[in-house]
């Protein structure tokens, strides 16, 4: 256990909807980080948030958002969703800026 | 911009048996490196890093691995692999830029496949 949690584990939705997936960092942990892994593009980065400011962005389509919060959990929104959206979507933390990354288990997104 | 290579798609060893999984990555500084492993249905767990200092360093479940800058590799080693190390197997490069656009981001690898037979 990594002490990083993710939820929902699964979701199945349908082409065009919206989903929210949700991360909780490591206790003390300032850094999130979200990264989709597929059968086809393999583990990318997607996008970084230190202490509530965007630091660092992958190729995160428009459709993609995300944010921090106060507490320190973020939310992964992704809109207009296409069959090829489809993926495990993971969640890291990290104490710092840098540093080794502490995944969560994922999130399964199904898009039908 | 920053890529790692992972030769070996799937890799098949017995139960016993030595093991050495292949990194070579691209970065035009000093790297920081990773190794990951993930079982079926989970997510990454941290095995071992090298940021800088001792090019052989340790991980947990008795693995190492070597950076060796002249060949741009760090090579993921176990004497005696157990029938509970299948798994994939991910290098990570990170680019740690302060002030650049990558600060914090991870490149993987396309993943090693372990299969071990009894």
């Known amino acids: 256990d990594s002490g990083v949690t993710q939820t929902p584990k699964h979701l199945i939705t349908a082409t065009g909807q919206r989903v929210t997936l949700r991360c909780s960092p490591r206790?003390?942990?300032?850094?999130v980080y979200w990264y989709q892994q597929s059968l086809d593009q393999g583990l990318q980065f997607l996008i970084q948030?230190?202490?509530?400011?965007?630091?660092a962005k992958g190729n995160i389509l428009e459709r993609f958002s995300a944010q921090q919060f106060p507490d320190l959990h973020s939310e992964l929104n992704l809109s207009s969703l296409e069959l090829g959206d489809s993926a495990l979507y993971f969640c890291?933390?990290?104490?710092?800026?840098?540093?080794?990354?502490?995944f969560g288990p994922g999130t399964r997104l199904t898009v039908t | 911009a920053q890529s790692v290579t992972q030769p070996d798609i799937h890799i098949t060893v017995s139960e016993g048996a030595s093991l050495e999984l292949r990194c070579n990555y691209s970065?035009?500084?000093?790297?920081?490196l990773f190794w990951y492993v993930q079982s079926p249905g989970q997510g990454l767990q941290l095995l071992l890093k090298?940021?800088?200092?001792?090019?052989l360093v340790q991980g947990i479940k008795g693995f190492e691995a070597e950076f060796k800058r002249s060949q741009s590799s760090f090579n993921l080693r176990k004497p005696s692999v157990h029938w509970s190390d299948a798994a994939e197997y991910f290098c990570?490069?990170?680019?740690?830029?302060?002030?650049?656009?990558?600060?914090?981001?991870?490149?993987f690898g396309q993943g090693t496949i372990l299969t071990v037979h009894p």
């Open positions: 090298y940021f800088s200092g001792d090019t």
């Open positions: 990570a490069v990170g680019a740690f830029n302060a002030g650049g656009t990558s600060y914090g981001k991870l490149t």
């Open positions: 948030y230190y202490n509530g400011e965007e630091r």
């Open positions: 206790s003390g942990d300032l850094s």
């Open positions: 890291a933390s990290s104490v710092a800026l840098a540093g080794e990354q502490y």
């Open positions: 970065y035009g500084a000093t790297p920081y």
